[in-house]
């Protein structure tokens, strides 16, 4: 298989709402998760992030650092002060050999607000994006240069959020600008995958697959939940689980060449759904397919 598959730490502990799973142990994920077969995790707030500390601790699990989410600020600070403020994360993610990092934008973001309605979220006028295309294009091109591809993640409560959000991203960016498709933010936020998958398979660098539970999709949006209240509800799930087209999406990507990791990402309320449970399904799930087509 071409691709390696990976798993995020929210299925265990959430990094936007810490009081859900806060008694589960870095250790806990790190066994479950290969225990259920992944060969990488991302980054998590349990997780340390001096690369001393980290390396062994993964290493004695078998497990490598597949990626980790940074918070960028690109509509408040120019290419370089954003540089030096993400120098440290960018350092760690190199010294454990990732190829990717992951990148959003939260400048005035609602995601982490369990108060905020989704429909409050920003959106950017069409006259503020060349002004924040040409800093990411800045960042990114010096990023590639010191060896890491930015994985732009469009996010459901951010500026870049629907099908049109990230029509725009890519119009306005260049190649060094990757593409993080998340099938479960593009299906929440309207968007199709499959249509995203088959438009910018040469762009994508990174994949997270969380699948969606339609009725509760429907509910939340009916209610505009913030985007919190619908991680409670139960809006996500593993793939397969769901909604989302698994192979639909996976096949165009795997036509463009991609040799990256696909990682599965469902935060659910762990108390809920069981960590080890759900990582175990969403491995068969996707190893099946991935399988099949990436030979």
Known sequence: MTVRLGINPLTWSNDDLPALGAENSLEMCLTEARAAGYAGVELGNKFPRQAAKLHPILQAHGLALVSGWYS???????????????????????????????????????????????????CLPKSAWPRFAQRLNALAERMQREGLRMAYHHHMGTV????????????NTGDAVGLLLDTGHLTYAGGDPVQAAARYAKRIVHVHCKDVRRDVLERCRNRDSSFLNAVLEGVFTVPGDGMVDYRSVLEPIACSGYRGWLVVEAEQDPAVAPPLQYAQLGFRNLSALAGELFL
């Open 160 to 171: 870049v959020q629907s099908a049109e959000d990230i029509d725009q991203l890519m119009a």
């Open 72 to 122: 960028g600020r690109l509509l408040e600070r120019d290419a370089e002060a954003e540089w030096t403020a993400m120098r440290g994360h960018f350092e760690l993610l190199q010294a454990l050999d990732c190829k990717v990092m992951v990148f959003a934008e939260v400048s005035r973001c609602t995601h982490g607000d369990q108060l905020a309605p989704i429909s409050q979220r920003p």
